[in-house]
């Protein structure tokens, strides 16, 4: 696998790293010759006693011709293995990138039909499998490893006869990739892919544009450096490492500085022509190369992913006017936490208003005078349901148990009709009472004869709703008509909608007292 290494803030702490290092051979090779170098000038000037001044001008002549055309095929040779070695990875995150989209989207096309939800279950089962098979024998063709054997998900429920046929090829890579398109136009054919052919044909697009570039990696790993350049070079080094004694003899009197220079030279050359060697192949198993395991394994948990419930899925989304200000944020835990807490508040809010009777269809919190209204529309509704029953049987819901005791239905009591006076549907301070509160008392606090007054104003606008939805008639004033025609259910219903009337009176009782205190 790739090394991943950190630079560190001065750059230097890796330096030293020899783990994917070149430095071990070169420093091998260039000991060596420094060795040579230093033995072989204390040898010429001890024993041989010869002139070092008259050949050093030819010397630094021939040399300095020497290195520039060593230097400049090795330095082309690396430029030429980086090329390679950036363009591999590249066309190989390529490939990924246009067959994991082509299965996205094959996913995202599909029917959501309740009725075809198995046969769309097992065509994406049976997609990713083969999506996975077809990386995996694109990794195999252009890897040269020693182990090519990675993961794929499971394809056990396969034709068996269909694996053992792509078994037998050399090339698995054309034959998949014929399965997924011949699987994608027999499902187009059934409906199970539903989006539009113009839409579709990106899919396919997308497939073989994936299988180009594979050919294109495959032009990597297959054509090597050429051989004519790359022999030139390992020559010209060898050359290089038997002459550099001789060259810094006839430069350098020194036998420690001439065995210095000839260190470095040797070690400058043959480092960068491992460099380069290295590079050269990127899908092998050396630690400079790319890690093509953990591509496939990648790969493989994108695909899992992609056949999660939840990935396949768009979130919902509460549209609230504070969005309005596209407000920016760090992507942090908080953000999931009150996105948590929001629809927490959300959800008591409704349970708080479906306890009370009070459900608000916008979810928006209701302010008094829309709860009043939403109470006089629940009681309507339950009325009617129940003065419906009880005209039907002819008696009250509550004796619905004495019907087999009693045959005969029994005639409804008469009911005080007279609709409760004006005054009741006002609240305290519509009335002109002062709601007390003492220096204790928190302002926002409401006392003991408020909270009655205000319990009799809802029981009485409850009595009034259901007298009205009983008598099924209205004024053309609004004003409810005298006809008796309530039935036996109002009582009941008044005194079963006492608890709803006490909650909307306790839910309201803050917004109520804010609108007296203003």
């Given at each position: 696998a790739m090394i991943d290494y950190h630079i560190g803030k001065w750059g230097v702490k890796f330096s030293f790293q020899l783990r994917g290092s070149v430095f071990p051979k070169s420093i091998l090779v260039a000991g060596s010759n420094a060795i040579f170098t230093a033995g072989m000038h204390y040898a010429l000037t001890r024993f041989a006693d010869m002139?070092?001044?008259?050949?050093?001008?030819?010397?630094?002549?021939?040399?300095?011709a020497f290195n520039f055309v060593l230097g400049f095929l090795i330095i082309f040779r690396t430029?030429?293995?980086?090329?390679?070695?950036?363009?591999?990875?590249?066309l190989l995150q390529q490939v990924r990138g246009e067959w994991f989209n082509a299965t996205s989207s094959s996913v995202a096309f599909c029917s959501s039909d309740p009725e075809k939800r198995g046969e769309v279950e097992e065509f994406q089962h049976l997609l990713v499998r083969l999506m996975s098979m077809l990386y995996c024998a694109a990794l195999q063709q252009v890897a040269r490893m020693k182990d090519e054997q990675f993961d794929i998900i499971d394809n056990f429920g396969i034709d068996d006869d269909k694996l053992a046929y792509l078994e037998s090829k050399e090339d698995k890579c054309e034959v998949l990739l014929q399965w997924i398109q011949r699987l994608l136009c027999d499902n187009i054919k059934k409906d199970i892919l539903t989006a539009s052919p113009p839409?579709?044909?990106?899919?396919?697009?997308?497939?073989?544009?994936?299988?180009?570039?594979?050919?294109?990696?495959?032009?990597?790993?297959?054509?090597?450096?050429?051989?004519?350049?790359?022999?030139?070079?390992?020559?010209?080094?060898?050359?290089?490492?038997f002459c550099?004694?001789?060259?810094?003899?006839s430069i350098v009197e020194s036998w420690w500085l001439a065995s210095g220079m000839a260190f470095l030279s040797v070690l400058t050359f043959w480092s960068i022509n491992f460099i380069a060697m290295e590079l050269e192949m990127p899908y092998g198993d050396d630690l400079n190369d790319l890690p093509i395991a953990n591509m496939m394994k990648d790969f493989n948990c994108s695909l899992r992913t992609l056949m999660e419930q939840s990935c396949q899925l768009p979130p919902s989304f509460e549209f609230l006017p504070e969005h309005r200000e596209l407000t920016v944020r760090p992507w942090t835990a908080e953000i999931s936490g009150r996105n948590s807490l929001r629809q927490g508040r959300k959800l008591e809010r409704s349970s708080t208003k479906i306890g009370a009777g009070l459900t608000d269809q916008s979810g928006a919190s209701l302010t008094s005078h829309n709860r009043w209204q939403a109470a006089i529309r629940l009681s309507k509704v339950r009325v009617l349901s129940d003065s419906k029953q009880d005209v039907h049987a002819g008696l009250?819901?509550?004796?619905?148990?004495?019907?087999?005791?009693?045959?005969?239905p029994r005639s409804p009591p008469e009911l005080n009709t007279t609709p409760p006076p004006t005054s009741a549907w006002?609240?305290?301070?519509?009335?002109?009472?002062?709601?007390?509160?003492?220096?204790?008392?928190?302002?926002?606090?409401?006392?003991?004869?408020?909270k009655a007054s205000l319990r009799d104003s809802s029981a009485a606008r409850l009595?009034?709703?259901?007298?009205?939805?009983?008598?099924?008639?209205?004024?053309?004033?609004?004003?409810?008509?005298?006809?008796p025609t309530c039935v036996a259910a109002a009582p009941a219903l008044a005194d079963s909608h006492e608890l709803a009337s006490e909650a909307a009176v306790r839910a309201?009782?803050?917004?109520?007292?804010?609108?007296a205190n203003l």
């Open positions: 002139d070092q001044s008259s050949n050093k001008s030819n010397a630094v002549h021939l040399w300095t430029q030429q293995a980086y090329s390679k070695f950036w363009e591999g990875g590249t839409i579709m044909s990106r899919i396919f697009h997308e497939l073989s544009r994936g299988i180009v570039n594979l050919q294109n990696a495959r032009k990597i790993a297959e054509f090597v450096f050429p051989f004519p350049y790359a022999q030139m070079i390992s020559v010209l080094l060898m050359v290089q490492w550099v004694p001789f060259i810094t003899f009250p819901c509550r004796d619905q148990a004495h019907l087999g005791q009693d045959s005969k006002k609240s305290p301070r519509e009335r002109g009472e002062r709601v007390e509160r003492t220096a204790t008392q928190p302002r926002g606090a409401i006392t003991t004869a408020a009595r009034s709703a259901a007298c009205q939805a009983a008598s099924g008639a209205r004024s053309p004033r609004g004003r409810q008509n005298s006809s309201s009782s803050k917004s109520q007292l804010q609108v």
